[in-house]
C-alpha cells in the first residue's frame, strides 16, 4: 500500500503524518516537498525509525511533471498542501500556484493514470465567505461567496472546482474548518490579519491533532473495507464539535487568558472589520465524526495544551497590559495587512469591502460599553439575542436552498428551477438522473459553464466571475440571485453595487457602479 501526502511540512500535515505512519498496511509514503523547505529535516530525525517507509520527491505542484512523479504507483493521494492567510495575502502568486494550478496538475496527473489512486482532498471553510448571526450554522450545500480580495479562498475554490469536475474515479472534499495548531499564536503577533476576524463572527475551531486522526482513520477505514459511495465522490465539512462553535471575540478572549487579560484589555473595537471574514457553525459538522470519530480537543483543551508547553506565556501576567498592547498589537498597525493600515494609506477598496467604508469604520466607538457584541447578547444592531440559544444546532435558521439537500433523486424540473433561482438556467434539455451527469448552465450573465448536478446543488458551485478571473461582484449578482440574497444580504446592504478587484499587480480596486 502506497500513500502520497502533499504539504506534509504544514501544520495538519505533521498532525496527520504523527497518525498514519502507525497505519501498518502502508509499506510505503511519498512526500513532495519544496526544495527551500527546511522543516523537513526535522521532520525526517523525528521519524528517522520509518526513513525505509520515506520517499521525499522535491519539486513544486505548480510543475506537472513532478505531480506526475509522485502520484505513480499510489493507492490513496492526500493534498494537504495550501498557501493560506497570511502567506497567500503577502504572496498571492504563490496561492495561485498551489491552491489553483497547483490542484489541477494533480488532478490532470491522477486521470492520466490507467491504475487511478483514491483522492482526498482537503479544501476550507473559507469557500462560504462571510456569516453573521442572521445565519451562523450552514452545512455543504450552502452557496460559496468567497469574501472580496481573499485570494486564498477564490484560490481554493477553484480549485475545488476542479476535483469536483474531473474524470478522478474515487476522490472526496474534505471543508477544514478553523484550525487550532502550535503555532498560531506565533503566527498572528507576525502579520495584521488577527484583525480581519470580526468580533461577532460565527468560527467553529478543529485541533490540528483531531483533523490528522480524522486523515488516518479515513484510510484505516478504506484500506480495511472500501468506503464506497457513502465517502467517495463526496463533500464534508470538518468541524470540532459542538463546544468549538465560538466567535471571534471568544478566541482572542482564551488566547489572552494565558497572560491574564481580556480582549478588551488589549483591543478597541474599531481595531477588527466589521465584515468579509469567512467562517461559519457546521450544522453538518457531526457527518464525519460519526463516519470516523475523530473529534477529541475542545477549544479549552487547546488553550490548556499551548499554556502547558509554552509556559513563558505566564510571564505575560506581570507585564503591564498598556506595554502589551503598545508592543505586541498596535505596533501591528503598520503591517500592510492590517485594518488601520488600509484607513491611514486610503485604501478605500479594502475600507469598503471591510467595513462598509472609512466614514463607517470612523463611526466605531472606542469603547467597548457602546460596542455590542454576540458574546453579551446583543446583535450588530443593538437587538437583544440569546447567544447560548444561537449555539445550539437544533435551533439552527438554514437559508432557503430552493431544493432538497438530502436526496439524491432529482428530476429535470428540479434542476431547472433551481437555476432561475441563480438567475440563470439550464440549457440542456434532457438529464438521466446521474448525479454526476455533465450538464451545460447559463448564468445571468450568459456565461455558459459545464458542471455535474452534485456539483451545483450538493456542493453549492454556481459559475460567476471569481471562477476565471479575481473579481468579486456579489452585490450586483446578488439582486436577482435569490440563492446568493439569502446569506450575502445578512451583511451588505441592498443599495450597496461594489466591484471588488484585483489589477495584475494584486493591488485592490473597487468599482463603485
Same mark, same amino acid.
Given at each position: 500500500?502506497?500513500?502520497?501526502?502533499?504539504?506534509?511540512?504544514?501544520?495538519?500535515?505533521?498532525?496527520?503524518?504523527?497518525?498514519?505512519?502507525?497505519?501498518?498496511?502502508?509499506?510505503?509514503?511519498?512526500?513532495?516537498?519544496?526544495?527551500?523547505?527546511?522543516?523537513?529535516? +526535522?521532520?525526517?530525525?523525528?521519524?528517522?525509525?520509518?526513513?525505509?517507509?520515506?520517499?521525499?520527491?522535491?519539486?513544486?505542484?505548480?510543475?506537472?511533471?513532478?505531480?506526475?512523479?509522485?502520484?505513480?504507483?499510489?493507492?490513496?493521494?492526500?493534498?494537504?498542501?495550501?498557501?493560506?492567510?497570511?502567506?497567500?495575502?503577502?504572496?498571492?502568486?504563490?496561492?495561485?500556484?498551489?491552491?489553483?494550478?497547483?490542484?489541477?496538475?494533480?488532478?490532470?496527473?491522477?486521470?492520466?493514470?490507467?491504475?487511478?489512486?483514491? %483522492?482526498?482532498?482537503?479544501?476550507?471553510?473559507?469557500?462560504?465567505?462571510?456569516?453573521?448571526?442572521?445565519?451562523?450554522?450552514?452545512?455543504?450545500?450552502?452557496?460559496? =461567496?468567497?469574501?472580496?480580495?481573499?485570494?486564498?479562498?477564490?484560490?481554493?475554490?477553484?480549485?475545488?472546482?476542479?476535483?469536483?469536475?474531473?474524470?478522478?474515479?474515487?476522490?472526496?472534499?474534505?471543508?477544514?474548518?478553523?484550525?487550532?495548531?502550535?503555532?498560531?499564536?506565533?503566527?498572528?503577533?507576525?502579520?495584521?490579519?488577527?484583525?480581519?476576524?470580526?468580533?461577532?463572527?460565527?468560527?467553529?475551531?478543529?485541533?490540528?491533532?483531531?483533523?490528522?486522526?480524522?486523515?488516518?482513520?479515513?484510510?484505516?477505514?478504506?484500506?480495511?473495507?472500501?468506503?464506497?459511495?457513502?465517502?467517495?465522490?463526496?463533500?464534508?465539512?470538518?468541524?470540532?464539535?459542538?463546544?468549538?462553535?465560538?466567535?471571534?471575540?471568544?478566541?482572542? @478572549?482564551?488566547?489572552?487568558?494565558?497572560?491574564?487579560?481580556?480582549?478588551?484589555?488589549?483591543?478597541?473595537?474599531?481595531?477588527?472589520?466589521?465584515?468579509?471574514?469567512?467562517?461559519?457553525?457546521?450544522?453538518?459538522?457531526?457527518?464525519?465524526?460519526?463516519?470516523?470519530?475523530?473529534?477529541?480537543? *475542545?477549544?479549552?483543551? %487547546? !488553550?490548556?495544551?499551548?499554556?502547558?508547553?509554552?509556559?513563558?506565556?505566564?510571564?505575560?501576567?506581570?507585564?503591564?497590559?498598556?506595554?502589551?498592547?503598545?508592543?505586541?498589537?498596535?505596533?501591528?498597525?503598520?503591517?500592510?495587512?492590517?485594518?488601520?493600515?488600509?484607513?491611514?494609506?486610503?485604501?478605500?477598496?479594502?475600507?469598503?469591502?471591510?467595513?462598509?467604508?472609512?466614514?463607517?469604520?470612523?463611526?466605531?466607538?472606542?469603547?467597548?460599553?457602546?460596542?455590542?457584541? =454576540?458574546?453579551?447578547?446583543?446583535?450588530?444592531?443593538?437587538? #437583544?439575542?440569546?447567544?447560548?440559544?444561537?449555539?445550539?444546532?437544533?435551533?439552527?435558521?438554514?437559508?432557503?436552498?430552493?431544493?432538497?439537500?438530502?436526496?439524491?433523486? %432529482?428530476?429535470?424540473?428540479?434542476?431547472?428551477?433551481?437555476? *432561475?433561482?441563480?438567475?440563470?438556467?439550464?440549457?440542456?434539455?434532457?438529464?438521466?438522473?446521474?448525479?454526476?451527469? +455533465?450538464? #451545460?448552465?447559463?448564468?445571468?450573465?450568459?456565461?455558459?459553464?459545464?458542471?455535474?448536478?452534485?456539483?451545483?446543488?450538493?456542493?453549492?458551485? !454556481?459559475?460567476?466571475?471569481?471562477?476565471?478571473?479575481?473579481?468579486?461582484?456579489?452585490?450586483?449578482?446578488?439582486?436577482?440571485?435569490?440563492?446568493?440574497?439569502?446569506? !450575502?444580504?445578512?451583511?451588505?446592504?441592498?443599495?450597496?453595487?461594489?466591484?471588488?478587484?484585483?489589477?495584475? @499587480?494584486?493591488?485592490?480596486?473597487?468599482?463603485?457602479?
Amino acid at each position: 500500500m502506497v500513500v502520497a501526502v502533499t504539504g506534509i511540512t504544514g501544520n495538519m500535515g505533521q498532525a496527520t503524518l504523527e497518525q498514519i505512519v502507525k497505519i501498518k498496511e502502508i509499506d510505503k509514503f511519498k512526500f513532495l516537498v519544496l526544495p527551500d523547505d527546511k522543516r523537513i529535516k +526535522k521532520l525526517l530525525k523525528k521519524y528517522k525509525s520509518y526513513k525505509n517507509k520515506f520517499e521525499i520527491i522535491y519539486g513544486n505542484l505548480k510543475d506537472k511533471e513532478t505531480c506526475e512523479k509522485l502520484v505513480e504507483g499510489c493507492d490513496y493521494v492526500v493534498n494537504l498542501a495550501a498557501v493560506i492567510p497570511p502567506h497567500s495575502d503577502k504572496f498571492p502568486q504563490k496561492a495561485i500556484d498551489c491552491n489553483e494550478i497547483g490542484v489541477k496538475n494533480l488532478v490532470k496527473s491522477i486521470e492520466e493514470l490507467q491504475k487511478q489512486p483514491k %483522492y482526498i482532498h482537503i479544501s476550507t471553510v473559507a469557500l462560504y465567505g462571510n456569516r453573521n448571526y442572521k445565519h451562523p450554522w450552514g452545512r455543504v450545500g450552502d452557496p460559496l =461567496l468567497v469574501s472580496p480580495f481573499d485570494i486564498y479562498s477564490a484560490t481554493k475554490l477553484r480549485g475545488e472546482f476542479a476535483v469536483l469536475e474531473s474524470d478522478i474515479k474515487n476522490w472526496a472534499v474534505i471543508r477544514q474548518t478553523a484550525m487550532l495548531h502550535n503555532n498560531m499564536l506565533a503566527d498572528n503577533l507576525n502579520d495584521g490579519l488577527m484583525f480581519h476576524t470580526c468580533f461577532n463572527a460565527p468560527l467553529e475551531w478543529a485541533t490540528a491533532h483531531d483533523s490528522g486522526v480524522l486523515i488516518a482513520n479515513i484510510l484505516k477505514s478504506d484500506i480495511e473495507k472500501d468506503l464506497g459511495n457513502k465517502f467517495w465522490k463526496k463533500v464534508f465539512n470538518l468541524g470540532g464539535g459542538a463546544e468549538n462553535c465560538i466567535t471571534g471575540y471568544d478566541t482572542l @478572549n482564551d488566547g489572552f487568558k494565558l497572560i491574564g487579560g481580556s480582549t478588551k484589555d488589549f483591543f478597541k473595537p474599531f481595531y477588527n472589520a466589521a465584515r468579509n471574514f469567512h467562517g461559519m457553525w457546521f450544522y453538518d459538522g457531526k457527518v464525519l465524526d460519526d463516519m470516523f470519530h475523530y473529534q477529541s480537543q *475542545t477549544t479549552e483543551d %487547546y !488553550w490548556k495544551e499551548i499554556l502547558k508547553n509554552h509556559s513563558y506565556y505566564k510571564m505575560g501576567r506581570i507585564v503591564p497590559k498598556g506595554i502589551i498592547s503598545t508592543f505586541a498589537i498596535k505596533r501591528l498597525f503598520k503591517d500592510d495587512n492590517s485594518t488601520r493600515f488600509w484607513f491611514d494609506h486610503n485604501d478605500e477598496a479594502k475600507m469598503l469591502a471591510y467595513f462598509g467604508g472609512s466614514e463607517k469604520y470612523k463611526n466605531i466607538s472606542p469603547n467597548w460599553e457602546e460596542f455590542n457584541l =454576540l458574546v453579551e447578547n446583543k446583535t450588530d444592531s443593538g437587538e #437583544e439575542i440569546d447567544y447560548q440559544k444561537l449555539r445550539k444546532v437544533e435551533n439552527a435558521k438554514l437559508i432557503n436552498y430552493y431544493c432538497d439537500l438530502d436526496t439524491d433523486k %432529482y428530476t429535470l424540473k428540479d434542476l431547472q428551477n433551481y437555476a *432561475t433561482m441563480h438567475g440563470g438556467k439550464l440549457i440542456s434539455k434532457n438529464y438521466s438522473g446521474d448525479l454526476y451527469e +455533465k450538464l #451545460e448552465w447559463e448564468t445571468q450573465d450568459g456565461e455558459k459553464f459545464i458542471a455535474s448536478p452534485f456539483t451545483v446543488l450538493k456542493a453549492g458551485h !454556481w459559475y460567476n466571475p471569481i471562477y476565471f478571473k479575481n473579481v468579486w461582484d456579489f452585490d450586483r449578482l446578488s439582486k436577482k440571485d435569490k440563492i446568493y440574497q439569502e446569506i !450575502w444580504l445578512d451583511s451588505h446592504d441592498e443599495s450597496e453595487n461594489n466591484m471588488y478587484y484585483y489589477d495584475d @499587480n494584486f493591488k485592490a480596486h473597487v468599482i463603485k457602479k
